[in-house]
């Protein structure tokens, strides 16, 4: 079945970065658009970042653009989501996603604090 594994979180400082990873199994990896999305307790889920199947980016939301940058390894079956300049504001659980199938994974706990 669908699997996404969702890596990398952690706390850092404002201002620093980090680096998510997400595993995908269970499907043709390469066929399929994938996104990033995070959420905080009592919000709706956000979009954050989407990519299609050759590695061309094809949004991001404004409050990470110029910041984050989301790629993909279609040979490792990997999506990844580079944070960069990170804000107390990105403090969220961040999940991967295939939008098609709405399959997500477990998130990954990304705290920005000093």
């Known amino acids: 079945q669908v699997q996404l594994v969702e890596s990398g979180g952690g706390l850092v400082q404002p201002g620093g970065s980090l680096r998510l990873s997400c595993a995908a199994s269970g499907f043709p990896f390469g066929n399929y658009r994938m996104a990033w999305y995070r959420q905080t307790p009592g919000k709706e889920r956000e979009f954050v970042a989407r990519i299609g199947t050759k590695n061309e980016v094809t949004g991001y939301a404004d409050s990470v653009k110029g910041r984050f940058t989301i790629s993909r390894d279609n040979a490792k079956n990997m999506v990844y989501l580079q944070m960069n300049i990170l804000k107390v504001e990105d403090t969220a659980v961040y999940y991967c996603?295939?939008?098609?199938?709405?399959?997500w994974g477990q998130g990954t706990q990304v705290t920005v604090a000093s």
């Open positions: 996603t295939r939008p098609i199938g709405n399959d």
